[in-house]
């Protein structure tokens, strides 16, 4: 199990050997359970911490932890004829642990969700036509810091911004990184 994670994750540079070696015994240790909680995937409570102090580690960016990922992935994709790459957004939701900080808003106008808590993951996955799954090649995370207002019949609409300022924008920023990899 570990051998797949160390080849996975060849060239991983965190700036600190330790948690380099921290990353690969967590994705051995949270890939053999994928559906299961870090606490029930580790075996005690101080490796339990530790996974806690990696995860807020500044040092472990999710552009860190996903590049060599992301080369292995590309590795994977040059031996097909085609691959298909999908992306989409998913909220984690959070709402029911206040203690955490950091979190946004990910609910909808709709009052029974409006106050909905957590954040955005929107990834983009390279699969083979029969469905295969070869990895990550992109992932954007975000926080939307304001809850989302009623639209009003008059005055600005969402067509009036420019893509900048629009969380649609991650389409096409998407777009542009899978866009780059093919040249």
């Known amino acids: ?7 996975e994750l060849s060239g991983l540079d965190l700036n600190d050997k330790r948690l380099n070696t921290r990353l690969i015994t967590l994705v051995s240790l949270l890939s053999a359970h994928p559906t299961e909680s870090i606490p029930s995937n580790c075996n005690s409570w101080s490796e339990t911490k530790a996974a806690y102090r ?8 999710s552009d860190k932890i996903l590049a060599p990922h992301r080369k292995a992935t590309l590795s994977r ?15 984690i939701d959070f709402t029911g642990r ?11 106008t709709q009052p029974a969700q ?13 699969v083979t036509p029969e469905g295969f799954c070869l990895g990550a090649i992109d992932s954007q995370i975000w926080v939307r810091e304001n809850a989302p207002e009623v639209k009003k019949s008059r005055g600005i609409t969402s067509y009036d911004k420019p893509i900048q300022e629009k969380e649609s924008k991650k ?13």
Not at 1 to 7: A, G, P, S
Not at 79 to 84: D, G, M, S, Y
Not at 98 to 106: Q, R, V
Request: aromatic share 12%; charged share 20%; net charge positive.
């Open 1 to 7: 199990n570990i051998t797949w994670v160390r080849d």
């Open 77 to 91: 994709i040059k031996a097909e004829k085609t691959v298909l790459l999908l992306q989409d957004t998913t909220d």
């Open 98 to 108: 206040a203690n955490l900080c950091g979190m946004g808003y990910t609910g909808s």
């Open 54 to 61: 990696f995860f807020d580690n500044e040092k472990a960016s």
């Open 171 to 183: 389409w096409l920023n998407s777009y542009k990184k899978t866009k780059a990899l093919a040249m």
């Open 114 to 126: 409006k106050n909905m808590k957590g954040f955005f993951l929107h990834p983009t996955i390279a």
